[in-house]
């Protein structure tokens, strides 16, 4: 399978604790996006990568949240102290570079926090 | 502030039928209007997108309207299938103005077409 992959697909943590997701975008994609979505809603933007710089962040990334994407390939998203509000479907996606470019979105994280 | 407004939440209708889903947005900055569908368990995959200096494109039977000056947009499903009972999600992104892309999505709509 040569689409975005992510890992794990379902995590259930208590609060307080730190989760880390990965990301694997179709190869040779330079952007990757993370996006979150809650239950009944569309996905939300919440980061942005060109190869391995990140250039965009929105304000629902807290300062507990960060995100890397070292050498380009592979991208992490960790949570520190996750709260209850935290549980969500976390989405990556990736394209090749034009802003335009079709996204292609992975099957998921789902993250529960008790 | 939402700046893409979907409706409706939910819609039922039986097979063959041709259900419309509406989407309006507010920043006259968008250039790209893509179409998501969603599986449950499974990410948005693309159905179909626009820009805006077209008013329809279709493909295959998914066609989307575009109404600039009224700044909404909308999906027609034609011969609807049961296999088509996805929930679907409009979007935007400032697209081909040099931006990043990152898409802004509505509420979505719970698509149930009946056998």
């Known amino acids: 399978d040569t689409g975005v992959s992510q890992d794990p697909r379902h995590k259930i943590t208590k609060r307080g604790q730190n989760v880390t997701f990965r990301c694997d975008p179709i190869?040779?994609?330079?952007?990757l996006y993370w996006y979150r979505q809650t239950l009944g809603q569309g996905p939300e933007f919440l980061t942005y990568?060109?190869?391995?710089?990140?250039?965009?962040k929105s304000r629902l990334l807290s300062d507990r949240f960060s995100a890397e994407r070292p050498k380009g390939s592979f991208s992490t998203l960790e949570i520190q102290r996750t709260e209850q509000g935290d549980s969500a479907m976390y989405l990556c996606?990736?394209?090749?570079?034009?802003?335009?470019?079709?996204?292609?979105f992975g099957p998921g994280t789902r993250l529960t926090v008790l | 502030q939402q700046q893409v407004k979907q409706s409706p939440q939910s819609l039922i209708v039986q097979k063959g039928g041709i259900p419309i889903i509406n989407c309006a947005y507010e920043?006259?900055?968008?250039?790209?209007f893509p179409w998501y569908q969603q599986f449950p368990g499974k990410g948005p995959a693309l159905l179909i997108a626009?820009?805006?200096?077209?008013s329809e494109k279709k493909e295959g039977r998914f066609t989307i309207s575009f109404n600039k000056s009224a700044k909404q947009f909308s999906l027609h499903i034609m011969d609807s299938q049961p296999g088509d009972s996805a929930t679907y999600f409009c979007?935007?992104?400032?697209?081909?103005?040099?931006?990043?892309?990152?898409?802004?999505f509505g509420k979505g709509t719970k698509l149930s077409v009946k056998p």
């Open positions: 996606a990736s394209n090749v570079g034009g802003g335009a470019d079709t996204q292609y």
């Open positions: 190869s040779e994609h330079n952007r």
């Open positions: 990568f060109q190869n391995e710089a990140q250039l965009e």
């Open positions: 920043n006259t900055a968008f250039d790209y």
């Open positions: 626009i820009r805006p200096d077209v």
């Open positions: 979007a935007a992104s400032m697209g081909y103005g040099g931006s990043q892309g990152n898409l802004i």
